[in-house]
């Protein structure tokens, strides 16, 4: 059958609950990072080059962090339609499945279609399937370089389009790496191509210049740009990693969770079973392309895997780019065995564990709905330019959906009187106390103007 009926298959299933606001209870907190810097270019100032968070303090939220790609796609479509936060899952989902597309016709290359087929529809079930439609970059950024990946192996091998393929290369590529950095890794298989001897030498010294490019333009956002706007503006928000020393150890001290990520989060335990049986069937067959890419790809990944330390311990996206090279590997696994029924089973089991296991993504528990009330309480005795801080640590979430500017905090330094005074003294006006999602109930010796069971509101 047709692989583009199985990806407009399981995106038309997540579509289901499309427009839910960014409140789910996996990584809301990095949604909404995303959709309130689209609102800002939406509302403050629309310069791709100068992205703005609402957690701002009393600055201009002006800070360094990954290329706005998604974000400005979002705002683009403001400009349309009006801003509405689950715009960015509607973009995320159509480049992710796009991105699946693109996976299957490069695989479609190299191995048999029934490897190309089996594989893709892994890669769609696996925790690919929620994240595609998130607002978040992971899934949309490393669809855009599978597509870089599939134009540029075209442009090497000769592919009569070469101008073209060589410039849809550059710009997915381009674009994929500086909306993640870490789904850069992958491009280290240009390296197989680039050492074959077929591949015409002008060919490899003009992929080499144009990817040299590539890499000086992501160099200099994130080395160059993104700190000068933390030192420029004052405002630190995007996190670059740590010292591959630092990172192995503390891998090392989380092994448990980083495991966990493979053989759990990335295809569930089905899934990274049959990944097995693939690896197993590999070596058997001596599949060595299908072993050079897991090999050359997993190295790589231990680079962006130490880099991240603690990070990617307790973070289950960050494995988000290495699973499209588990899912080949399964894939070709599901593709060795001969009895068709037991690989129809396989792939049907694969789905319905992966689907089954993360259906809460599609609603909105019932004590996160009072996050979506903020903006109108605050609206009712407040302006949208006040200072606000709200009790939820190191959490965005709230504040975003108050519809405010301004601080996080714990409750304990909202217990330091010292520290509230320095809040009002910078221009905060407002103390939000959430009493469950986010934060925990506590007293504040100030006025409460808003008492509900899920939140207090106090007037500095």
């Not at 933390?230 to 192995?248: A, P, R």
């Not at 493979?262 to 069937?281: H, M, S, W």
């Not at 905090?409 to 909202?414: C, K, R, V």
């Amino acid at each position: 059958m047709d692989i583009r009926f199985w990806i407009l298959f399981f995106a038309i299933i997540r579509i289901y609950g499309i427009t839910n606001p960014p409140a789910e209870v996996v990584h809301s907190w990095r949604q909404t990072t995303v959709a309130m810097v689209a609102r800002n270019f939406y509302e403050v100032d629309s310069n791709i080059f100068y992205p703005r968070i609402d957690i701002s303090e009393d600055l201009t939220g002006i800070t360094g962090m990954e290329f706005p790609l998604l974000n400005y796609l979002v705002y683009l479509m403001s400009l349309l339609f009006g801003y509405e936060h689950w715009y960015g899952r509607l973009i995320n989902l159509l480049v992710t499945s796009l991105g699946c597309y693109y996976f299957y016709r490069l695989l479609k290359k190299y191995f048999s279609e029934r490897t190309a087929f089996c594989s893709t529809l892994i890669l769609t079930a696996s925790l690919w399937f929620v994240y595609a439609r998130k607002v978040m970059p992971d899934t949309f950024s490393m669809s855009l370089v599978i597509m870089g990946l599939y134009y540029g192996t075209n442009y090497l091998e000769g592919n009569a389009k070469g101008w073209k393929d060589l410039i849809l290369y550059a710009l997915f590529s381009l674009f994929g790496i500086l909306s993640k950095l870490p789904s850069g890794y992958i491009m280290v298989l240009f390296l197989l191509p680039m050492l074959n001897r077929e591949v015409k030498l002008r060919r490899k010294a003009v992929f080499a210049g144009v990817s040299v490019l590539i890499c000086v333009l992501v160099a200099w956002w994130y080395f160059y740009w993104v700190p000068y706007l933390v030192e420029e503006y004052g405002l630190w928000h995007f996190f670059m990693g740590k010292g591959f020393g630092d990172g192995f150890r503390e891998i090392m001290a989380n092994l448990g969770d980083t495991l966990a990520h493979f053989y759990d989060d990335a295809l569930k335990f089905i899934g990274f079973g049959v990944f097995v049986v693939g690896l197993v069937f590999c070596v058997l067959k001596k599949e060595k392309l299908a072993l050079w890419v897991t090999s050359i790809s997993f190295v790589a990944f231990c680079g962006v895997v130490f880099k991240s330390g603690w990070t990617f311990a307790h973070h289950a996206y960050y494995v988000v780019p290495f699973v499209p090279v588990m899912a080949l590997v399964a894939g070709y696994g599901v593709a060795s065995i001969q009895k068709k029924w037991l690989q129809v089973l396989l792939l049907v089991a694969i789905s319905i564990e992966n689907i089954g296991n993360r259906h809460t993504d599609f609603i909105i528990r019932a004590d996160r709905q009072a996050l979506l009330r903020l903006e109108e309480e605050f609206d009712q005795f407040s302006q949208p330019t006040d200072l606000i801080v709200a009790n939820s640590g190191e959490d965005p979430t709230a504040v975003y959906f108050a519809h405010r500017k301004g601080w996080v905090a714990s409750n304990e330094q909202l217990s330091d009187v010292a520290y509230l005074e320095d809040l009002r003294s910078r221009g905060c006006k407002y103390v939000l106390v959430l009493k469950k999602v986010f934060g925990s109930e506590m007293v504040l010796n100030c006025e409460r103007i808003v008492d509900t069971e899920d939140y207090s509101i106090y007037c500095l």
